[in-house]
């Protein structure tokens, strides 16, 4: 746990030097997004999100000594069903301290945002074990495949997310449905 926080702190300390250049891109692209104060709560969250489990968790399961073994990986799997339980009490905080909106949003979605945010954190973790293990198990050239893939799925992603910001109309209803 140590190790991921450390993760995300490492590239906000980074960014708050304006040393650019050591902070992954998806970490880059929440920062300047947050700054900037253009993105819906939802963007800012799942941008996070993102940077943090889709490019820092297998880093940090590497700088742990990740083991492939089977019980090791059990052990991973079940903190999906942990981060599953959170979803509603995430968005719950969201709602109250950001979008009252979010409420009413997860309200009509039923329980469809919830089973969507499960199976997403869940290939994303997946993802990660599978990069972190290759990280530790292959050679050089699979090492520095695995990172630069883990940049640029990582940077796509949070593109895909900020898309709605670059369309006025869409970022204009979204925020108005946050707001409630």
């Not at 949003?105 to 993802?127: I, K, N, Q, S, V």
Request: glycine letters at 8%.
């Amino acid at each position: 746990m140590t190790a991921f926080a450390n993760r995300y702190r490492t590239a906000l300390a980074a960014y708050e030097r304006g040393e650019r250049d050591r902070v992954p891109r998806a970490w880059r692209l929440a920062f300047d997004a947050a700054l900037a104060g253009d993105t819906l709560v939802t963007q800012d969250a799942l941008l996070g999100i993102n940077a943090h489990v889709v490019h820092d968790l297998a880093l940090a399961l590497v700088d742990v000594g990740v083991d492939p073994k089977p019980a090791r990986r059990a052990d991973h799997d079940a903190v999906n069903a942990v981060l599953a339980e959170l979803v509603d009490v995430e968005q719950a905080l969201l709602a109250r301290r950001y979008a009252p909106g979010i409420a009413e949003m997860d309200a009509a979605g039923g329980r469809l945002d919830e089973r969507a945010a499960y199976l997403t954190l869940a290939e994303g973790r997946d993802w990660a074990w599978h990069c972190a293990v290759a990280l530790a198990d292959g050679g050089p050239l699979a090492r520095r495949t695995v990172r630069w893939l883990l940049e640029r799925v990582s940077a796509g992603a949070g593109r895909l997310v900020l898309a709605p910001s670059r369309h006025a109309v869409a970022r204009d209803r979204l925020g108005a449905l946050e707001r409630g």
